[in-house]
C-alpha cells in the first residue's frame, strides 16, 4: 500500500523537531512545528496549507517568518493551530513589519487557538496590513481541530510547564486501486483515478470518463467502485514533542495515538537525567521508549535530542529501543 502520507523529519533527531507531511496525489502539505530550518525548498512551503505549532518557544516557531515570506503573494489561505496564546504570538509576529505595499495581495492567513475553553479562530488578510478581520469562537468537544476530506488533525493539550498540543493526523480510509482488474478492463491509469477517489472522499457519486484502450467511455462511480477499489484502515501519524513523563499525559495522548503508524517523539535526555527531564517537562530516550510501547506505536522516530546528549545519539537511541524494535 502506497501511503498517503509522505512525511520528513525535516533537521534529523537533532534540532528543531519539524515534521513536514505532503498528501499523496494533491498540491498540498501540512508541517507540525515550524523552528529554524534550511532544507525545506520553497515550492514545497507554497505547498503548505496548515502549520500546527505545539507551543511557541523559540525552536518550534521562529521559522513562521520564512514561510510568511516565501508564501506572501499567493492566494490560497494559510491555517496556523496552536495552543493558548498563539493569537497573540502570531499576531505580534505580523504586526511586527510595515504592509503599506500589500494592498494587492490575496493571503488571509487564520489562527486558530486552541484550549480547554475551545477554539477560538481569527483571520487577517495581507491587504488589510494583516489586522484581524473576522472572529470567532466554537466549542471544542471532540479530539479533532482540522477536518478535510483526506484528513483530519486532532490534538491533546499536553504539560510542559506551559500548554504544549501534541497532533496525530488521520487518514479516515485508504483508497487501493486494484492494478489487476485496471489491466484486465483495459482501462489505461491517469486522472480519472484521482477525481475517482475524490468522489469516493467527498461521499459523492457520479460519472467518470474512464481511458481505455479503446477510447474514452463514461462509467458510473458505483460501477468503478465495486470494480476497482479496494478500502483498508487508513494512516495515523502522531507527533509529540516537549512534554513532561506523567500519567497525566499519557492519559491524554493514548485515545488518539493508540496503534499509531509512525510516531515522531521527541527523546531529550538521557535517563540518567530523569530528574531535570521532569522538571523542565521533557521525556528520556528510556520514557520515549515507554510511550511507544504504550501508544503500540508500529514505526517510532525519535527527535529533539539535547544539545548535551549529540556526541551521544548511539546512547540515546539504544535507550528509546530497550523496550521497542529498533528506532529510525
Given at each position: 500500500m502506497r501511503p498517503t502520507f509522505l512525511t520528513r523529519l525535516v533537521n534529523g533527531p537533532l534540532f528543531d523537531p519539524i515534521v513536514y507531511i505532503r498528501i499523496l496525489n494533491e498540491r498540498k502539505a501540512i508541517m507540525f512545528d515550524c523552528g529554524s530550518f534550511l532544507t525545506i525548498s520553497n515550492r514545497e512551503l507554497m505547498l503548505l496549507e496548515a502549520?500546527?505549532?505545539?507551543?511557541?518557544?523559540?525552536?518550534?516557531?521562529?521559522?513562521?517568518?520564512?514561510?510568511?515570506?516565501?508564501?506572501?503573494?499567493?492566494?490560497?489561505?494559510?491555517?496556523?493551530?496552536?495552543?493558548?496564546?498563539?493569537?497573540?504570538?502570531?499576531?505580534?509576529?505580523?504586526?511586527?513589519?510595515?504592509?503599506?505595499?500589500?494592498?494587492?495581495?490575496?493571503?488571509?492567513i487564520h489562527i486558530h487557538e486552541v484550549s480547554y475553553q475551545g477554539i477560538s479562530t481569527i483571520t487577517t488578510k495581507a491587504n488589510a496590513g494583516f489586522d484581524v478581520i473576522s472572529e470567532q469562537s466554537e466549542p471544542w468537544?471532540?479530539?479533532?481541530?482540522?477536518?478535510t476530506p483526506r484528513y483530519s488533525v486532532e490534538a491533546a493539550i499536553?504539560?510542559?510547564?506551559?500548554?504544549?498540543?501534541?497532533?496525530?493526523?488521520?487518514?479516515a480510509f485508504h483508497i487501493n486501486i486494484r492494478g489487476d482488474v485496471l489491466a484486465e478492463r483495459g482501462y489505461?491509469?491517469?486522472?480519472?483515478?484521482?477525481?475517482?477517489?475524490?468522489?469516493?472522499?467527498?461521499?459523492?457519486?457520479?460519472?467518470?470518463?474512464?481511458?481505455?484502450?479503446?477510447?474514452t467511455r463514461?462509467?458510473?462511480?458505483?460501477?468503478?467502485?465495486?470494480?476497482?477499489?479496494?478500502?483498508?484502515?487508513?494512516?495515523?501519524?502522531?507527533?509529540?514533542?516537549?512534554?513532561?513523563?506523567?500519567?497525566?499525559?499519557?492519559?491524554?495522548?493514548?485515545?488518539?495515538?493508540?496503534?499509531?503508524?509512525?510516531?515522531?517523539?521527541?527523546?531529550?535526555?538521557?535517563?540518567?537525567?530523569?530528574?531535570?527531564?521532569?522538571?523542565?517537562?521533557?521525556?528520556t530516550a528510556f520514557q520515549?521508549?515507554?510511550v511507544a510501547l504504550a501508544l503500540n506505536a508500529k514505526r517510532v522516530i525519535p527527535m529533539h535530542i539535547s544539545p548535551r546528549h549529540h556526541d551521544q545519539i548511539e546512547d540515546v537511541l539504544a535507550e528509546v529501543k530497550e523496550l521497542i524494535s529498533s528506532p529510525e
Open positions: 502549520i500546527f505549532i505545539s507551543h511557541t518557544h523559540m525552536d518550534h516557531f521562529m521559522g513562521i517568518d520564512h514561510v510568511l515570506r516565501v508564501i506572501l503573494h499567493r492566494e490560497n489561505p494559510l491555517h496556523i493551530y496552536g495552543p493558548e496564546g498563539i493569537r497573540e504570538k502570531m499576531l505580534a509576529k505580523l504586526h511586527a513589519y510595515t504592509w503599506n505595499l500589500t494592498q494587492a495581495y490575496g493571503l488571509e468537544h471532540s479530539p479533532a481541530i482540522a477536518n499536553l504539560d510542559h510547564n506551559i500548554p504544549c498540543l501534541g497532533f496525530v493526523i488521520k487518514e489505461k491509469a491517469g486522472p480519472w483515478l484521482g477525481r475517482l477517489k475524490e468522489l469516493i472522499h467527498a461521499g459523492l457519486k457520479g460519472v467518470i470518463r474512464v481511458d481505455t484502450v479503446r477510447g463514461s462509467i458510473p462511480c458505483e460501477e468503478l467502485v465495486d470494480d476497482l477499489v479496494v478500502v483498508s484502515p487508513g494512516q495515523k501519524i502522531t507527533y509529540l514533542t516537549d512534554i513532561r513523563y506523567s500519567q497525566a499525559n499519557i492519559e491524554r495522548v493514548l485515545p488518539l495515538a493508540l496503534g499509531t503508524d509512525i510516531l515522531f517523539i521527541e527523546a531529550f535526555y538521557l535517563d540518567e537525567m530523569r530528574d531535570e527531564a521532569y522538571h523542565k517537562g521533557h521525556l520515549a521508549g515507554k
